[in-house]
């Protein structure tokens, strides 16, 4: 009996073992979705638009901008009181790792923000035509998982934001000081966060450290405040805000393909033009058809020579000379 009772005792120690054991991990997957409420999804950081901005409805956009028509998005036709998006009171907020606009994105998301809106890029990465067009220069700073901190240069009395995820993150290293002012920096003194001094042409601010909209940064002791302070660069008339939902996703089932991957680099886009060219001409080249060698054939032999010589040798050595 005593060894039956000891049965659950053992039991239950390998129970509390086996718990105790079992740490939780953390969810390292980077998805910046509004809807992933894990470290590095955005849903905090989409559902404070609501607070931060009270009087501008927010639309999820999964299209291209491209679809985008003379500065009017065609989602904020909804809106019921009658609000225009080419009134120079729009929104547009794009949170991504990677910004890589196509010719045509990028045409019409400039021609949105030339009817007097607001554009709020926060990327990793910025593609060529946008650092090409504003002539900024970016580099990587160290990426890994120890800690990122930022702090606002204007004012100074903000403080220091910082928490212990993911410091992937890249810092501006060049640009025109006449049309960009720098707002922020990381912790070596790079500039992270810089916006338009020139607001004729529309609102821009340009953050390299999406990382700090993450719910693991935004709801890290008291970084919330670094939000509320990045909300206070846009004018306060913000009728509409456009959460983009588009340049996030690795995969746009509608006008993506690997074609378009390809070819969107201008030295790879050579490199498949002359790798073409060659692959043509060496097709051209073989494809003619080469002529068989012509066998050597021995000369035909004169047989009636042969004969009578020959019928000649036989009756010589019979010596039948009455025959022949």
């Known amino acids: 009996m005593k060894k039956l009772a000891t049965i659950p005792a053992l039991l239950f120690v390998v ?4 718990l105790s054991g079992c740490k939780k991990t953390l969810n390292r997957n980077i998805t910046l979705n509004k809807s992933d409420k894990n470290p590095y999804g955005a849903w905090y950081a989409r559902t404070q638009l609501d607070w931060l901005f009270p009087q501008a ?18 989602q904020l036709s ?37 009817t007097g809106n607001s554009v709020w890029i926060s990327a990793n990465y910025f593609g060529e035509r946008l650092t090409d067009s504003f002539h900024l220069r970016l580099a990587s ?9 930022t702090s606002f240069l204007f004012p100074t009395d903000t403080g220091r934001f910082i928490y212990p995820g993911f410091g992937t993150h890249d810092y501006f290293t060049a640009f025109d000081s006449l049309q960009w002012q720098p707002l922020a920096t990381d912790e070596n003194g790079k500039v992270v966060l810089v916006a338009s001094r020139d607001t004729a042409q529309g609102h821009w601010v340009l953050q390299s450290t999406p990382l700090c909209l993450s719910n693991f940064f935004l709801l890290h002791k008291q970084n919330k405040t670094y939000y509320d302070r990045l909300a206070q660069l846009f004018p306060d008339n913000i009728e509409a805000i456009v959460w983009d ?22 030295a790879l886009r050579w490199s498949l033009f002359l790798a073409l060219l060659a692959a043509t001409l060496y097709i051209v080249s073989e494809v003619k058809r080469r002529q068989r060698m012509i066998p050597v054939l021995d000369p035909l032999a004169n047989s009636s020579v042969d004969f009578v010589k ?3 040798r036989l009756y010589f050595n019979r010596h039948d000379n009455a025959d022949l």
Do not use: C
């Open 245 to 266: 939902d588009y340049f996030r996703r690795p995969v746009r089932p509608k006008d993506f393909n690997e074609w378009s991957v390809m070819t969107r680099s201008p």
């Open 141 to 149: 700073a160290d990426a890994g998982e120890g800690s990122l901190q």
């Open 15 to 18: 129970l509390v073992a086996a």
């Open 78 to 114: 909804l809106l019921t009181d009658g609000f225009v998006s080419d009134s120079g009171h729009a929104l547009y907020m794009v949170l991504t790792q990677r910004f890589v606009p196509t010719a045509e994105e990028w045409e019409h998301i400039t021609d949105f923000a030339a």
């Open 310 to 312: 020959t019928v000649g």
């Open 57 to 74: 409805p927010v639309f999820d956009n999964t299209e291209s901008p491209a679809k985008i028509s003379n500065g009017n998005w065609p």
